[in-house]
């Protein structure tokens, strides 16, 4: 049947919707360049210009009925509704002057009680199969009564924004109107910012339902224990959730109802620079027919791919439907959580390997997010450096992040969970970075219980609970002031870290709870005790 696109302002007659894998891959073969079909069956496709997100382009429209709601700064610029239609008339125009279009219609949202409906309209068959895999897909049935969406995404990548356009910052616009209900793309062909622009949607949507949204990756024991990873770039989130005794939920974007943890989406975007059957075999399997491969060298001979080669960019990742996972839990909904684990890359050598958190330290630490950078990983980057997000994800957040912790300590408390700190990144003074047959060997004690009536020993900063012992692990590991050469120099790196941890909470603590704020107020009297 043919698809009437009019109420979008598209009057394209070749609309190609929800196209199968085999049929994108003809289109894809015939109409894109540099395209080609690796030796493991998926498709290699060059994202142009921009190889990953633009978050100082993203722009959300203020209105007067959400803008009291978002937390407007650096993460969430505004624009005028003028602006936002005069973007979207402009990626209407070019749209409509393609010969044909393709449509992506699915599901952000694996519990059907919560979920919402996405329409995605591109002229790229690299945007089209992107989607097909990361919404979830829809039955035949499904597709039949698909009906009106509740968002549509316009992603006009190929042409640029008007940089002279008030509010434009660049030829790269990504415009979000929570009114309108609808997602506009221009001057990026990165396919990240759709899944990314949904995810933001979701962050604004579920709060208001009292459902919390959240960005890290659950797994699931063979007794339906469940556990969340939250996590920043290389913590370990993706390696850590992809067990082979677990089953996976998701690995990126989820949200926490009444009922449960449900997945958002129907794919995973994994990154996979260095990929190897010996790191991340799961994820090397699940690249096959349907998978996307973005921004790869692939051999022009054998049509193999070199994972390590970065000359394209650093950011080379894979998405592929979650069922290519041999562990996914499909569907991917699940229970009330167990434990929560936050994942740090700690490279001033200071936090334990494991450590149990209070309540409010779960909200405290949420808010932080923390990992640091190591000397040496960057060009200019000579001492260890403190990044921080907000609740792990600030890139996506539409609210306050103080609501965000809010709904997960209320959650947490109703449904009795355990929370856990885990540094994956340098214990002691000697660079070395924890060993991942330890770090696998703490979240293997965490599932299976082994630390929760174990004595603990509190750390004299941050006031961190640590575990005498572990399964797997030596003892001395768990207390990283014994793998310090000087015990002053311990002190000066704990001080140094709860400064920056300090400074970084300052900048949230009048919007947060009492319970909050004398966490941060502790740790400051503990460093200056220590000082």
Same mark, same amino acid.
């Given at each position: 049947?043919?698809?009437?696109?009019?109420?979008?302002? %598209?009057? /394209? =007659?070749? +609309?190609?919707?929800?196209?199968?894998? !085999?049929?994108?891959?003809?289109?894809? &073969?015939?109409?894109? #360049?540099?395209?080609?079909?690796?030796?493991?069956?998926?498709?290699?496709?060059?994202?142009?210009?921009?190889?990953?997100?633009?978050?100082?382009?993203?722009?959300?429209?203020?209105?007067?009925?959400?803008?009291?709601?978002?937390?407007?700064?650096?993460?969430?610029?505004?624009?005028?509704?003028?602006?936002?239609?005069?973007?979207?008339?402009?990626?209407?125009?070019?749209?409509?002057?393609?010969?044909?279009?393709?449509?992506?219609?699915?599901?952000?949202?694996?519990?059907?009680?919560?979920? %919402?409906? /996405? =329409?995605? +309209?591109?002229?790229?068959?690299?945007? !089209?199969?992107?989607?097909?895999?990361? &919404?979830?897909?829809? #039955?035949?049935?499904?597709?039949?009564?698909?009906?009106?969406?509740?968002?549509?995404?316009?992603?006009?990548?190929?042409?640029?924004?008007?940089?002279?356009?008030?509010?434009?910052?660049?030829?790269?616009?990504?415009?979000?109107?929570?009114?309108?209900?609808?997602?506009?793309?221009?001057?990026?062909?990165?396919?990240?910012?759709?899944?990314?622009?949904?995810?933001?949607?979701?962050?604004?949507?579920?709060?208001?339902?009292?459902?919390?949204?959240?960005?890290?990756?659950?797994?699931?024991?063979?007794?339906?224990?469940?556990?969340?990873?939250?996590?920043?770039?290389?913590?370990?989130?993706?390696?850590?959730?992809?067990?082979?005794?677990?089953?996976?939920?998701?690995?990126?974007?989820?949200?926490?109802?009444?009922?449960?943890?449900?997945?958002?989406?129907?794919?995973?975007?994994?990154?996979?620079?260095?990929?190897?059957?010996?790191?991340?075999?799961?994820?090397?399997?699940?690249?096959?027919?349907?998978?996307?491969?973005?921004?790869?060298?692939?051999?022009?001979?054998?049509?193999?791919?070199?994972?390590?080669?970065?000359?394209?960019?650093?950011?080379?990742?894979?998405?592929?439907?979650?069922?290519?996972?041999?562990?996914?839990?499909?569907?991917?909904?699940?229970?009330?959580?167990?434990?929560?684990?936050?994942?740090?890359?700690?490279?001033?050598?200071?936090?334990?390997?494991?450590?149990?958190?209070?309540?409010?330290?779960?909200?405290?630490?949420?808010?932080?997010?923390?990992?640091?950078?190591?000397?040496?990983?960057?060009?200019?980057?000579?001492?260890?450096?403190?990044?921080?997000?907000?609740?792990?994800?600030?890139?996506?957040?539409?609210?306050?992040?103080?609501?965000?912790?809010?709904?997960?300590?209320?959650?947490?408390?109703?449904?009795?969970?355990?929370?856990?700190?885990?540094?994956?990144?340098?214990?002691?003074?000697?660079?070395?970075?924890?060993?991942?047959?330890?770090?696998?060997?703490?979240?293997?004690?965490?599932?299976?219980?082994?630390?929760?009536?174990?004595?603990?020993?509190?750390?004299?900063?941050?006031?961190?609970?640590?575990?005498?012992?572990?399964?797997?692990?030596?003892?001395?590991?768990?207390?990283?002031?014994?793998?310090?050469?000087?015990?002053?120099?311990?002190?000066?790196?704990?001080?140094?870290?709860?400064?920056?941890?300090?400074?970084?909470?300052?900048?949230?603590?009048?919007?947060?709870?009492?319970?909050?704020?004398?966490?941060?107020?502790?740790?400051?009297?503990?460093?200056?005790?220590?000082?």
């Amino acid at each position: 049947m043919e698809l009437d696109l009019s109420s979008c302002g %598209i009057e /394209v =007659r070749d +609309i190609r919707r929800n196209m199968v894998p !085999a049929v994108l891959y003809e289109d894809a &073969l015939r109409n894109e #360049t540099a395209t080609k079909i690796t030796d493991s069956g998926a498709i290699a496709i060059t994202s142009g210009e921009k190889t990953g997100r633009s978050p100082r382009d993203k722009r959300i429209a203020k209105m007067r009925s959400s803008s009291h709601d978002i937390w407007w700064g650096s993460v969430n610029l505004p624009i005028d509704q003028h602006t936002f239609e005069i973007n979207r008339e402009r990626a209407r125009d070019y749209l409509n002057t393609c010969d044909h279009l393709y449509v992506v219609d699915g599901y952000a949202g694996w519990d059907p009680r919560y979920r %919402i409906k /996405v =329409r995605v +309209i591109c002229e790229r068959v690299y945007h !089209a199969l992107f989607m097909r895999n990361m &919404l979830i897909r829809l #039955t035949d049935k499904e597709l039949e009564n698909f009906g009106q969406p509740d968002y549509v995404v316009y992603n006009a990548g190929m042409f640029p924004a008007n940089r002279h356009t008030t509010y434009m910052s660049s030829k790269t616009s990504i415009d979000i109107s929570f009114e309108d209900q609808e997602i506009v793309i221009l001057g990026t062909q990165y396919a990240g910012e759709m899944k990314k622009g949904i995810f933001t949607i979701m962050h604004y949507v579920m709060p208001q339902k009292g459902i919390l949204s959240m960005h890290c990756s659950a797994n699931q024991g063979a007794k339906g224990d469940v556990s969340l990873f939250f996590g920043l770039s290389g913590t370990g989130k993706t390696t850590l959730s992809a067990d082979p005794n677990r089953s996976l939920i998701g690995d990126d974007e989820h949200c926490w109802s009444d009922d449960g943890i449900f997945n958002i989406e129907g794919g995973c975007y994994a990154k996979v620079i260095d990929l190897s059957a010996d790191r991340e075999p799961e994820i090397l399997e699940a690249i096959r027919f349907g998978s996307v491969l973005e921004n790869v060298v692939v051999d022009p001979v054998t049509h193999a791919v070199d994972y390590t080669d970065t000359s394209l960019t650093e950011n080379t990742r894979a998405c592929f439907p979650i069922e290519y996972m041999r562990n996914a839990k499909i569907p991917c909904v699940a229970r009330h959580p167990s434990n929560i684990i936050f994942l740090a890359f700690d490279a001033f050598g200071f936090l334990p390997p494991v450590s149990r958190l209070t309540p409010e330290q779960v909200m405290y630490h949420f808010i932080s997010g923390y990992t640091a950078k190591v000397a040496g990983t960057e060009v200019g980057v000579h001492e260890p450096v403190a990044t921080f997000s907000a609740c792990f994800g600030a890139a996506f957040l539409v609210w306050h992040p103080a609501k965000y912790a809010e709904l997960l300590a209320t959650k947490m408390r109703n449904h009795k969970v355990n929370s856990w700190l885990v540094n994956t990144g340098i214990v002691g003074d000697g660079n070395q970075r924890i060993k991942l047959r330890y770090t696998r060997a703490i979240i293997d004690a965490i599932h299976s219980g082994a630390l929760l009536d174990v004595p603990t020993v509190r750390e004299p900063i941050f006031d961190l609970e640590i575990p005498t012992n572990c399964p797997g692990v030596p003892d001395d590991l768990l207390f990283t002031e014994r793998a310090w050469s000087d015990p002053d120099a311990y002190q000066r790196a704990g001080r140094q870290l709860s400064i920056l941890f300090s400074d970084n909470f300052a900048k949230f603590s009048d919007r947060c709870a009492p319970e909050v704020i004398s966490v941060s107020r502790k740790i400051l009297e503990n460093e200056t005790c220590k000082g």
